[in-house]
């Protein structure tokens, strides 16, 4: 791994709670009974606590994403517009693909999804509008071109089966506006949620190519900064919450004394 942009990683970290803690306002909701079981300076911090939780992959995991691809990719962007029109033939092409996977009719292999979309282009020339989901990290090095999906939960396999068709529409977008480009889109999930267990991985097989289409934990991150890179973020943000501990208990410490 070349040099890490350690500082820079932290500061995107620090600066995004300090920003969250500087607008949090807890909701006015009554809840009697935790409220006197754990006491409100808790309550304020387990609801602050999920509402961090919502915002964590466009507050936090892009923008430090962003700061370690912008060293080894030669463009970087967050939340980028997809092309908003494809061909009648592509748009297709995208849905005869999806039937397939869905009847397990054929498997899911991104060299194959780019031959078959490649062979839509040109075939029905007519232009639709389309609203295609932005992409959370749109990277670029020389003619390849990656488009990234970053999901923070546990999606269930028809949450998948959605996903799988946007990345067959980013695709095939990006396949008609420039044919020279070699097109990847992919998952990507910051951490592993069944950690220390390996990621369960056997339920998507029938939808997503796992080798090219899905990057969880060390494969995203060290696929952003080279290998290594995933332990050296954990690092960054054990160091800013231990900074940041004293500021969030000061800040929480207000809702004492409360209780009632």
């Known amino acids: 791994m070349s040099r890490f942009p350690t500082r820079a990683v932290e500061n995107v970290i620090r600066s995004a709670i300090r920003g969250k803690l500087a607008a949090y306002n807890p909701e006015p909701s009554d809840k009697p009974f935790q ?5 409100k300076d808790r309550m ?3 609801t602050f606590i999920q509402s961090l939780n919502t915002t964590f992959g466009t507050s936090i995991y892009e923008p430090v994403a962003k700061e370690i691809a912008r060293h080894h990719f030669d463009r970087v962007e967050l939340q980028a517009r997809a092309p908003n029109e494809m061909s009648v033939g592509m748009r297709g092409k995208v849905d005869e693909i999806v039937r397939r996977l869905e009847a397990a009719s054929a498997n899911p292999s991104r060299i194959d999804h780019n031959s078959d979309l490649r062979s839509a282009i040109g075939a029905e020339t007519e232009k639709v509008a389309v609203r295609l989901s932005k992409i959370d990290v749109l990277l670029q090095r020389g003619n390849n071109l990656y488009l990234v ?3 923070t939960a546990k999606p269930n396999i ?4 959605k996903y799988k068709r946007t990345l067959l529409e ?3 977008a990006y396949l008609e506006l420039n044919p020279s480009l070699e097109v990847y889109p992919m998952i990507a999930i910051p951490y592993n949620p069944y950690a220390p267990k390996p990621y369960s991985r056997w339920t998507l097989r029938g939808m997503l190519d796992l080798d090219h289409e899905l990057k969880v934990a060390e494969e995203f991150w060290d696929f952003l900064g080279g290998s290594g890179s995933f332990e050296v973020v ?7 919450g231990m900074q940041l501990r004293p500021e969030i208990d000061a800040y929480f410490a207000r809702f004492q004394g409360q209780d009632g």
């Open 44 to 46: 304020a911090l387990y």
């Open 35 to 39: 409220v006197r079981l754990l006491g």
């Open 234 to 240: 954990l690092q960054c943000f054990e160091r800013v």
């Open 158 to 161: 028809s949450g998948f089966q």
């Open 149 to 151: 999906d970053i999901k």
């Open 170 to 172: 980013w695709m095939g």
